[in-house]
């Protein structure tokens, strides 16, 4: 800590260093969901050019990713969510209820149906 002595002989305090720290600025909370009422809400929501938002549906289990591009026309994705119970680390993940199982053709079914396309082609010639 030093001292300056150049007003009138009262000594002026100059730090050299300064021995506190401020404490950084604390950062509030802020709460990013934006709710919006139905489709309808999503839809009259605006959006600045160039941004993405996240819209919450009030009404139903729907978040909507509404856009707009460079020239400000909008475009909006729907995002069905549901809510599940934890599992353990151990339970296997399983496929959706609603999946369809898939079938797969053998090479025999792919031969007879060339076979089939073959025959229909050469009818189609002598007609």
Do not use: C, H
């Not at 934006?34 to 289990?61: C, F, H, M, R």
Request: glycine share 4%.
């Amino acid at each position: 800590m030093g001292f300056n002595n150049n007003f009138l002989g009262y000594p002026q305090w100059t730090p050299s260093t300064p021995n506190f720290q401020t404490p950084p600025a604390q950062q509030p909370i802020q709460n990013n969901i934006i709710w919006v009422q139905g489709i309808a809400g999503a839809k009259s929501y605006l959006v600045s050019p160039n941004t993405t938002v996240q819209l919450w549906d009030s009404e139903a289990q729907v978040i909507y990713l509404k856009s707009a591009d460079a020239s400000g026309m909008p475009s909006m994705k729907i995002l069905d969510y549901t809510i599940r119970q934890p599992e353990s680390p151990n339970t296997p993940v399983q496929a959706p209820s609603n999946a369809q199982s898939v079938e797969y053709a053998t090479k025999d079914d792919l031969t007879a149906l060339k076979g089939e396309i073959i025959d229909m082609v050469k009818e189609e010639m002598k007609a």
